[in-house]
C-alpha cells in the first residue's frame, strides 16, 4: 500500500516563504510523476506544479498562478518531494496535496493547511 505524508504547512505572514515536504513508500520512485495540488476553501482542487519521472528527464511546470514563486524539487535518496513556496499570499491559502502518478496508478496524500494571513 503506497503513503503519502505531507509535512511543513502552516501560518505565515504575506510575503514569507514555507517548504512542503511529501514522504511516500514508492519503492519504484523514479517511475513517477510527482505533483502537489491545492484546495482551497469553496474552491476545486487545482494543480499546483509536477514534476516527471526521472526517466522521463524531471521536468518540471508550473500553474500561472505560481509560476516563479514555487519550486518543485524531488530527492531519491531521501524519498520526498518538495514544494518551495516564496512570496506567498493570502490566495495561496489551501490545503495543499501531494500526489503520486504512473499509467493508471493515482496515490494520494491527505493534504497540509497552509495559511497566509498576518
Known amino acids: 500500500q503506497v503513503q503519502l505524508v505531507e509535512s511543513g504547512g502552516g501560518l505565515v505572514q504575506p510575503g514569507g516563504s514555507l517548504r512542503l515536504s511529501c514522504a511516500h513508500s514508492?519503492?519504484?520512485?523514479?517511475?513517477?510523476?510527482m505533483g502537489w495540488y491545492r484546495q482551497a476553501p469553496g474552491k476545486e482542487r487545482e494543480l499546483v506544479a509536477t514534476?516527471?519521472?526521472?526517466?522521463?528527464?524531471?521536468?518540471?511546470y508550473y500553474a500561472d498562478s505560481v509560476k516563479g514563486r514555487f519550486t518543485i524539487s524531488r530527492d531519491s535518496a531521501k524519498r520526498t518531494v518538495y514544494l518551495q513556496m516564496n512570496s506567498l499570499n493570502p490566495e495561496d491559502t489551501a490545503v495543499y496535496y501531494c500526489?503520486?502518478?504512473?499509467?493508471?496508478?493515482?496515490?494520494w496524500g491527505k493534504g497540509t493547511l497552509v495559511t497566509v494571513s498576518s
Open positions: 500526489n503520486a502518478r504512473r499509467g493508471t496508478q493515482d496515490y
Open positions: 514508492i519503492s519504484i520512485f523514479s517511475l513517477y510523476t
Open positions: 514534476i516527471t519521472s526521472i526517466t522521463s528527464g524531471g521536468i518540471t
